[in-house]
Nanobody, 119 residues
Framework: QVQVVESGGGLVQPGGSLRLSCAASRSISNILVMGWYRQAPGKQREVVASITSGDTTVYADSVKGRFAISRDITKNTVYLQMDSLKPEDTAVYYC?????????????WGQGTQVTVSS
């Protein structure tokens, strides 16, 4: 089991930057996948970026070249650096930890952090 807590959201102007952090309650070195998702009002939750235990990263097309996911296993933390932010990036951002135990997978979610991009 793992608990994750997001931080770093806020209000930023278009073109600005934010860095989100996701702190885990235990070592993340062997967590299969950790990812960032977002949910805008009236829309479904969507994956933004993910990083595997082997440091393979995947990005949604809408954020490629603007967002970067990384992890620091010494701090049990995953980051999402968001640059060149657009109003359409406004959403609640959630951290997800996908833990694989044998043939079973378990998903753990944080409470979310609000990101608002507006002038």
């Amino acid at each position: 089991q793992v608990q994750v807590v997001e931080s770093g959201g806020g209000l930023v102007q278009p073109g600005g930057s934010l860095r989100l952090s996701c702190a885990a309650s235990r070592s993340i070195s062997n967590i299969l996948v950790m990812g960032w998702y977002r949910q805008a009002p009236g829309k479904q939750r969507e994956v933004v970026a993910s990083i595997t235990s082997g440091d393979t990263t995947v990005y949604a097309d809408s954020v490629k070249g603007r967002f970067a996911i990384s992890r620091d296993i010494t701090k049990n933390t995953v980051y999402l650096q968001m640059d060149s932010l657009k109003p359409e990036d406004t959403a609640v951002y959630y951290c997800n930890a996908h833990v694989q135990v044998g043939v079973s997978g378990y998903d753990y979610w944080g409470q979310g952090t609000q990101v608002t991009v507006s002038s």
